[in-house]
């Protein structure tokens, strides 16, 4: 195993990432012999085959899988070596790659552009996708942090918080709620209601607000995959909708949403920046996540200050 080359281990990961040898080659290149030759040289060291052969390209099969992650470690380490010598040198730079669950993309840009005020020589990749994406990013470790509301339970990972996180219902503003105050959850039940997928952040709070009433969650809703939808959905009347607050400061200042005042409303999460615990931070990843500490959530949306009624 010691034999196994940094080459090997790219023509491996180029293997996975286009499922052809042709397309690997081009990405890494080679010639596709050249390519094969690589991966029979690192399956001769291994004792093992690493990919399947199907109608639908390569598949990595377990022991690729097991080389794939030493192959991603690999450049992790590399790169994360190429910033601690520049750290080293006193030179400011590096690269951070930032990944955010879809509620985060409202204000991320902002805590990026500050980030980049402060380090303008960090190179800096966003990937916005949902949770289940984001996590699937971290596990592959295509991102080196993840913003997000609930850390994930099956990946090692270090969480540190950065920001409060409101969670609110909504109505269009001539919703004949809008102007009644402490409305009760059951009555809140009878509502169309507007939901998030299966497995979003958003989703797993709304459930658990509402999982105490008897066969609401068996009710039927209207699931939509993204936070506009369900804003525009709203505001033509469809439904009402479990939404964090920090997607809306625009809609509510134009008065084009309105805040339900329901009780034990808005919910208190937090927003997370998510590492894996089994590898080791970069000065780019270091001098990102003392920002966060110092300066995130002056950079998330002012829900408190503009909204004081519902954010007690």
């Not at 506009?228 to 909708?241: F, P, Y």
């Not at 999460?269 to 300066?295: C, H, I, N, Y």
Request: net charge neutral; proline share 6%.
């Amino acid at each position: 195993m010691r034999n196994i080359s940094l080459r090997q281990f790219r023509a491996v990961a180029a293997i996975r990432k286009h499922g052809k040898i042709v397309s690997a080659a081009a990405e890494l290149g080679l010639t596709p012999p050249a390519v094969t030759l690589q991966l029979k040289q690192i399956e001769a060291s291994t004792g093992l085959t690493l990919f399947d052969r199907t109608p639908d390209g390569m598949r990595p099969t377990t022991a690729g899988l097991a080389v794939l992650d030493a192959a991603q470690a690999i450049e992790e380490r590399l790169r994360a070596l190429a910033d601690e010598i520049d750290a080293i040198k006193g030179v400011r730079r590096g690269s951070l790659r930032l990944g955010v669950v879809s509620t985060a993309k409202y204000f991320a840009p902002r805590l990026m552009a500050a980030f980049i005020a402060e380090f303008p020589d960090i190179e800096m990749k966003l990937a916005v996708g949902n949770r289940a994406e984001t996590i699937e990013r971290l596990q592959d470790h295509d991102i080196d942090i993840a913003l997000m509301g609930r850390p994930p339970p099956h990946v090692p990972v270090r969480a540190v918080v950065f920001g409060d996180h409101p969670l609110v219902i909504i109505a269009a503003p001539d919703h004949p709620m809008v102007h009644r105050r402490d409305i009760a959850k059951e009555e809140i039940a009878r509502e169309s209601f507007l939901m998030r997928e299966q497995g979003s952040g958003t989703r797993i709070s709304m459930e658990i607000f509402m999982r105490e009433l008897s066969g609401w969650l068996e009710r039927p809703a209207i699931e939509m995959d993204s936070n506009e939808t369900i804003k525009q959905s709203v505001m033509a009347g469809l439904g009402i909708a479990f939404i964090s607050a920090h997607t809306i400061e625009a809609e509510l200042e134009a008065g084009r949403l309105a805040l339900l005042d329901v009780v034990g409303m808005p919910i208190r999460r937090q927003w997370f920046a998510v590492t894996r615990s089994d590898r080791g931070m970069t000065p780019a990843m270091v001098a990102f996540e003392g920002f966060l500490m110092r300066k995130g959530a002056i950079h998330l949306p002012l829900f408190g200050k503009l909204y004081p009624d519902l954010s007690s």
